[in-house]
């Protein structure tokens, strides 16, 4: 394990030196919302602190942190004198623990039967909200338990906690206490973007919730998510409560708070203990948080009999959970090459326990992150894990670091291909350039390109992806559409000698190898046949284009309508699509830019993938096929939409702007700034190839585009028909389609200005009305007449 400082000896320096440390990470912990030591060993310290006060009670101090609740405020906010002085929590790690809690309030209270309140314990920050008349006027942080900080305005800011009072009967001063937080997925998103934009990322979402709320500038506070359960009061004036505790947070609740839907109350320590371990299975799927459960003696007399000793009342004790935080040691820093060739670093650690889980990998996300939190192979760190979130490294203990612990740099080369590793500009992530001659790459391709929201080849695991790329039947996912049964059986005949499943050993337990695998095979081949016929947006999505998930697949095959125009446009077009942004369509542009790529989709049609879903482009994207939305979606320095506008209208097309010298488009209003930026884009060549290709493809698009009704008119222009009755050869909704195609406008009921009507079998009141308004009707045999007529 990590080297241990050293302990002094004899009672009174041990005693000194824990209180410095408990001291110093109460400081970093309350004050600077920058812990160095994890829960778990903050505990320890305040347990071994204790055991050596008691055992030698000369060295006991009313200045010991023992007998303190957190620390002094820094003194950045007004102090805030705290009415009812704001506690802490006495800690139970074991069943025995519980049960002695339980029987010293028997004993004292003289009662057997005795009820608690058990709730969840939240962690993030305790605080205080004062209301006067049903208003809220201030709030404030715990401090060290006798003094806060005046952190109202922050405070207000969290749409969890209440500005004034709902309902009736509340104390004209009350006090509630609870717990700011922040939710997981909160936390997980906050840091997500943190990580893509360069932003703060949050160790934990205990750390979140305390920084945000540590704000000087509200406004600042307002951007981060914050949530807030209350658990209890404070200072009562005016008016009275409940005699229980659960009687008195069902009354929060309707006054608008937000309690914890998990309190409860249960009996004895059989109840508590039964809740402990309903909750800790709960516990990976809550949405926040919690470092254990609470248990409060729940009615208020017996809590005031009760009393309190030092920093805690006697009434009620955290029952902790194992930590979600632990420290270990780094063995090694790795990298994992992904699907898009995403290059990104973890770490090796020596096995720990993390929330009742061996832990020996953890996330590092990637090179930024490595490099804020400056991890190097030796150092000991800080492990989170939390829900069903991959375990990360949330920070380095510095003063833990070996003299000789190197910084981590990543990889000059794939560690998997050899191929060179490189970073786009001012993208977080770096990636290998190997592609598909990069196996790590192709076998994650595949595996997701077989995937069943892709092309749903079933039966096509990731070992045998391995295997038939090991062994050099699949070089890409075309190769998959020329695999054969003895490609199939040969590669499962080797994959079973490595892994040991021999022929004989399977023959042994009574499979008839050779009968099993054909069949396998047979069944493999038949699905991968099956995946051949599939629509647009399938194909696209399982091409695995980074960020190119199921959504943007289908937005892009329902808006262009067919594969080899998306093959053929440049990236600003597929800005048109509502939701595609620059990122997205850039990615895609440059997926499609690759040669290796295109030809990749070549085998796959030549091998016979068909897509049965073509149709012309959707018909609004003729809405803005012009140079001044070209100009816009290319995203040149400086050409607003206005300036884009501008340009637009005093150009003919994009070669006429090309050839225009600096000073015509001065003449056409731009100002000089803008002017020359333009230029100087333009001077690159990528830059105006793009320029041309756009046009080029805006000239293709609109030469796609639906005839307009009104270009060429149908031969049912300008008439209205109505569809009633049941159609034989074809639904109402295609009948519908037909006719609309060829002009008509369907209308829902008969009237004078109705055309004719449509009447299949079993048709009632509308062709009844139709005849008495004397309205042509046609059977089905006549509309099929037509339509065949007019295709
Ligand atoms: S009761 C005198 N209830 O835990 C009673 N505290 O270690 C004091 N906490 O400062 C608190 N959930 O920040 C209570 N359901 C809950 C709690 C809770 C979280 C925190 C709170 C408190 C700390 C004590």
Redesign the pocket.
Known sequence: MSPQPQHASDPASRVAELRARIEDANRRYHGLDAPDITDAEYDALVRELEALEAAHPQLASTESPTRK?GAAPAGRFPPVVHAVP????G?AFDDEEVADFVRRIRERLDREDLAFSA????????ISLRYEDGAFVRGAT?GDGATGEDVTANLRTIAAIPHALQGRGWPQVLEV?G?VYMARADFERWNEQARLHGGKVLANPRNGAAGSLRQIDPTLTARRPLSF?A??IGQVEGGTLPDTHSGTLARLREWGFPV?EL?TVVHGVEGLLGYYRGIGEARDGLPFD?DGV?Y?LDDYAGQREMGFVSR??RW?I?HKFPAQEQTTVVESIEVNVGRTGAVTPWALMQPVQVGGVTVTRATLHNADHVARLDVRAGDTVIVRRAGDVIPEVVQVVADRRPPDAQPWSMPMVCPVCGAEVVREDGAAVWRCSGELSCPAQRVQSVFHFASRRAMDIDGLGERYIESLSELGYLQDVADLYRLTIEDLLEMKRRADERDGTTPAALAKSGVKAGKVASKWADNLIEAIDRSRDTTLARFLFALGIEHVGESTAKALAQWFGDLELIRRLPWPLFKRVPDIGGEVARALGHFLDQPGNQQVIDRLLERGVRIGDSHPPHPKLGEALDLATLLVDLEIPKVTAIRAAQLGTAFADAQALLDAPVHNLVTAGLPAETANALVAWLEDEAHAGVLLRGAQAQAELRARLPARPAQAAGPLEGKTVVLTGTLSAMGRDEAKDRLEALGAKAAGSVSKKTSFVVAGEAAGSKLAKAEELGIEVWDEAKLLAFLERHS
Not at 120 to 126: H, I, R, W
């Open positions: 609740v704001m506690l802490s929590l800690n709730e969840p314990k939240l962690d993030g920050l305790a715990r206490r717990e359960f658990y209890g914890s309190a919690i609470v409060k805690a009342p009620a955290a």
